[in-house]
Nanobody
Framework: QVQLVESGGGLVQAGGSLRLSCAAS?????MGWYRQAPGKERELVAR?????TYADSVKGRFTITRDNAKNTLYLQMDSLKPEDTAVYYC?????????WGPGTQVTVSS
């Protein structure tokens, strides 16, 4: 089993930056960030399984990185927009099983 704990969310003004962290309880293969805004479905933000991939809406603004020695995933979010407001979830794949963190709220004010 894998436990995931996100941190780093908060309230920021448009144009600002936040850095999210996700600590995993063990080494996993693939990790990613998803988000869910009120009234919307959960969507992929970025994924790192050795190669970083991004949703079109965040390309050039967000950067996903991973510290394998610490089993920690990061999401650097720059040039934040009000439409980035959502609960951000960390996701991990461990031998075909998918695990989710409890989420961290990101609110971007205009």
């Amino acid at each position: 089993q894998v436990q995931l704990v996100e941190s780093g969310g908060g309230l920021v003004q448009a144009g600002g930056s936040l850095r999210l962290s996700c600590a995993a309880s063990r080494s996993v293969h693939s990790m990613g960030w998803y988000r869910q805004a009120p009234g919307k479905e959960r969507e992929l933000v970025a994924r790192n399984n050795g190669v970083a991939t991004y949703a079109d809406s965040v390309k050039g603004r967000f950067t996903i990185t991973r510290d394998n020695a610490k089993n920690t995933l990061y999401l650097q979010m720059d040039s934040l927009k009000p439409e980035d407001t959502a609960v951000y979830y960390c996701n991990a794949d461990y031998y075909g099983l998918v695990y989710w963190g409890p989420g961290t709220q990101v609110t971007v004010s205009s």
